[in-house]
């Protein structure tokens, strides 16, 4: 009975840890898609677990229907077939390997309960490879994984394992040793669940203090929106003034200082002019606002060349995350700079949207994969940022790139609608 228990319990937390190792090759998905997996993953449990524990299975029948069973898994996801067959592959095959080297490892030790404690350093070994491979694709998406992270990653299953293969060694009979190495893998899972739990709220508040930032983007907006509103009619009221008083500097042919006035209100006039006239009013007024206050502030002459229609096939909501996030990271690059450069270009043509930001940088730039560090203070928001305009572009199946040359940043994004 004893044996039953072990194996049941062994394969429970090989099969629990292989699951999150199909989370890394595959999106999640939504919750009907997650529960459909959770019963797919209970059935080929029981299944495997009835198998193993009435037939005698040799290593090579072993090995090929946990590859199979775990191809099935893959099934549950949305993906690729070579994804399927690769993740299927690697992840049976990682754990059949993972058990030979444990055994071994036992061996070597000298182990009494080998049988007990195998179970627990072959998951333990499991547990590691998945995590490691876990913070290395999170790494890869762009994430910034620091230091103590990775040696939380690896010290806690790895004196886990030394745990369990020397101490638990000196227990009294075989299933205190497995009941200890069973705790250490439960540990363990409880552990990696709660730091990704709590990174997951630390993500998700500082996603809700950049939507507050941009909600109050969007009201400074109207607030700007009203103000050119009321501009528009004091300019209306006042022009009734400023004729009759043209029209009498005529009558009395004061020609010189009716050029003058003439030029003051020329210069009153561009002073008062937009960025972008579009006829699009959400990239009109997000333009017109940040420009005008990088304008202000920094004295950059933007170079526009804007060729959109009106009305735009993409959500008002998702073309502010995209644009403000691009400009928002070119005029604080332009905070660096003396008389700086930035050109934004917008073209809509043949279903597709172009969108070009192009501004001057001072000093390196640093890259991790296709993503390039910032130098910002708050450089976790600034990704956060950046992370949801890939979406945006994911969810439009656009393409997103980034470039350096000549001390110029391009970011370029296309999108088909």
């Known amino acids: 009975m004893f044996p039953m228990i072990m194996s049941l319990c062994g394969n429970l937390m090989g099969f629990y840890i292989s699951l999150q190792f199909l989370n890394i090759f595959f999106e999640k998905g939504e919750q009907k898609e997650r529960f459909i997996r959770y019963i797919a993953f209970l059935a080929f449990f029981l299944f495997n677990s009835v198998v193993s524990l009435i037939l005698n299975r040799p290593p090579l029948v072993l090995l090929s229907t946990s590859m199979a069973g775990i191809f099935l898994m893959t099934l549950t996801y949305r ?3 070579k994804t399927r067959i690769i993740a299927a592959l690697l992840v049976g095959g990682l754990h059949l390997v993972l058990e030979d080297v444990s055994y071994r490892l036992l061996i070597v030790l000298h182990s009494e309960y080998i049988i007990p404690l195998i179970l627990a350093v072959t998951d333990l070994l499991f547990f590691l490879c998945m995590i490691v491979a876990k913070k290395i694709a999170d790494q890869k998406r762009g994430q910034e994984i620091p230091l103590s992270e990775w040696l939380a990653v690896i010290l806690i299953p790895g004196i886990s394992i030394f745990f369990s293969a020397i101490v638990l060694d000196q227990c009294r009979d075989e299933k205190a040793a497995f009941l200890g190495g069973l705790c250490m893998v439960f540990l363990n899972l409880a552990v990696f669940y709660l730091l ?6 630390q993500q998700n508040r500082l996603e809700l203090s950049l939507l507050e930032q941009e ?7 109207l607030q700007e929106l009203s103000a050119m509103e009321d501009s528009m009619k004091s300019l209306r009221h006042d022009i009734k003034n400023h004729l009759l008083v043209l029209q009498e500097m005529a009558g009395k042919h004061d020609f010189s200082n009716m ?8 210069d009153m006039m561009e002073q008062s002019r937009p960025f972008s006239e579009t006829g699009n009013v959400t990239v009109d ?19 526009l060349n804007l060729a959109i229609p009106s009305s735009l096939s993409i959500e008002n909501h998702d073309l502010c995350i995209i644009l403000g996030n691009l400009l928002d990271n070119g005029i604080e690059a332009l905070e660096q700079c003396r008389n700086g450069y930035l050109g934004i270009s917008m073209k809509a043509d043949a279903g597709m949207l172009f969108l070009q930001i192009v501004n001057s940088y ?4 640093r890259k991790q994969g296709e993503r390039f560090l910032t130098s910002k203070a708050a450089s976790q928001e600034h990704g956060i940022g950046l992370n949801n305009v ?4 994911e969810k439009y199946h656009g393409e997103m790139h980034f470039k350096t040359e000549d001390n110029l940043f391009r970011a370029e994004i296309l999108l088909y609608l």
């Open 196 to 201: 990704e739990h709590l990174k997951q709220l």
């Open 362 to 365: 001072t000093g390196s730039l």
């Open 285 to 303: 007024s997000l333009l017109n606002i940040k420009l005008k206050a990088a304008n202000h502030r920094l004295g950059i002459d933007p170079v």
């Open 259 to 266: 050029d003058r006035y003439v030029e003051s209100l020329n």
């Open 215 to 221: 909600n109050r983007a969007y009201e400074n907006q």
């Open 79 to 81: 993906g690729k077939w």
């Open 390 to 393: 890939k979406k945006i572009v």
